[in-house]
């Protein structure tokens, strides 16, 4: 599991950083018998604030040797910035329709994830019994914890031709002779390998990889066509409760706040009334086949060759060893 205390001091220093160049900011310009200014420069007529720069500073990792400098460069930017909307106005870009939108989007975007995290808030944090029920729960992601030798092929297809090839496997075709068969058929694909550990693999899948015994691939449709996994090995690593313990606490954080914040629109929804106009009032294609349940992934025993694109494997429980 990869430790978090190397970036304890960069975060520690980081706002003592922001309080010391504020200091430095603010006595510029200022007396003994002057209250200290919290300008940090003057820009034609336009004052730039020590706030501004240090908001700038609160997106930056900025150990406490580097506050002053990283201080000037921020202001900088902003003088930058500040000529830049100064010239903007001069030429009324301001007004133009496709900037006022953005503005708009802008606001929008940033009010609401203001909202969702002050909802999130309110989710409390996960006892001792919750974390231990997660454990016991999970044995594909600790107790029985296992490191996958992945490979995979990314294919371009029609869904007819997902189908064919789902078909092929399923008889037993190998993954080479499946190779043969695509640049045979003209079909495009990509071949890739990676080693990835269970709590790497997207959370849904981590049950269904660990029924699968090496050798084994799976297929599964894509919007361009389909993916073909392969197990080519696995070896068995636990993590005990003790080593989990943080992940897990982490991860049920976060999962009550998303769940707190997804709860709280629902609500909203059901109090609000809401009505598609136009073209959205039409039922959506997803809609209208929601009945129709995807092809099943289908696992077949095939020789260990192929490769894996790492892109399709994302982050899961970031347990790292």
């Not at 310009?29 to 604030?49: M, T």
């Not at 240090?54 to 990792?61: A, F, I, K, T």
């Not at 990283?70 to 106005?89: F, S, T």
């Not at 897990?248 to 629109?265: A, M, P, S, T």
């Amino acid at each position: 599991m990869k430790s978090n205390a190397s970036a304890l001091p960069v975060w520690k220093s980081r706002y003592g950083a922001i309080l010391m160049l504020a200091g430095l900011l603010a006595a510029c310009g200022g007396g003994k018998d002057k209250p200290p200014s919290q300008v940090a420069a003057k820009v034609n007529k336009e004052e730039i604030s020590v706030h501004q720069v240090n908001h700038l500073l609160q997106q930056q990792r900025v150990r406490a040797d580097q506050a002053d400098r990283a201080g000037r460069q921020a202001l900088e930017r902003l003088i930058d910035q500040e000529l830049a909307l100064q010239r903007a106005a001069e030429l009324r870009v301001d007004r133009e329709p496709q900037v006022l939108a953005q503005l708009e989007a802008a606001r929008r975007e940033i009010i609401a994830r203001a909202y969702a995290e002050r909802v999130a808030e309110a989710a409390g944090k996960p006892d001792a019994d919750e974390v231990r029920r997660y454990y016991v729960d999970k044995p594909a992601l600790f107790s029985e914890r296992r490191i996958y030798s992945l490979q995979e092929i990314s294919i371009e297809a029609r869904p007819e031709q997902v189908e064919a090839l789902r078909g092929r496997l399923a008889g037993g075709l190998s993954v080479g002779a499946l190779v043969e068969h695509l640049k045979g058929n003209d079909l495009r694909f990509t071949v890739s390998e990676a080693v990835r550990a269970a709590e790497q693999l997207p959370l849904g899948s981590v049950d269904a990889f660990a029924k699968m015994r090496d050798g084994e691939s799976v297929l599964t449709a894509t919007p361009t066509g389909a993916q073909v996994l392969l197990l080519v090995a696995s070896r068995s690593e636990p993590v005990d409760e003790a080593r989990a313990r943080p992940a897990i606490e982490q991860f049920l954080v976060n999962e009550g706040r998303r769940k707190r914040v997804e709860d709280d629109i629902r609500a909203l929804r059901a109090a609000a009334k809401i009505e598609y106009v136009g073209r959205f009032n039409e039922p959506a294609a997803t809609e209208r086949n929601a009945g129709q349940a995807p092809s099943a992934a289908v696992p077949v025993v095939v020789p260990a060759s192929g490769a894996l694109d790492v892109s399709v494997i994302n982050s899961g429980m970031g347990l790292k060893k």
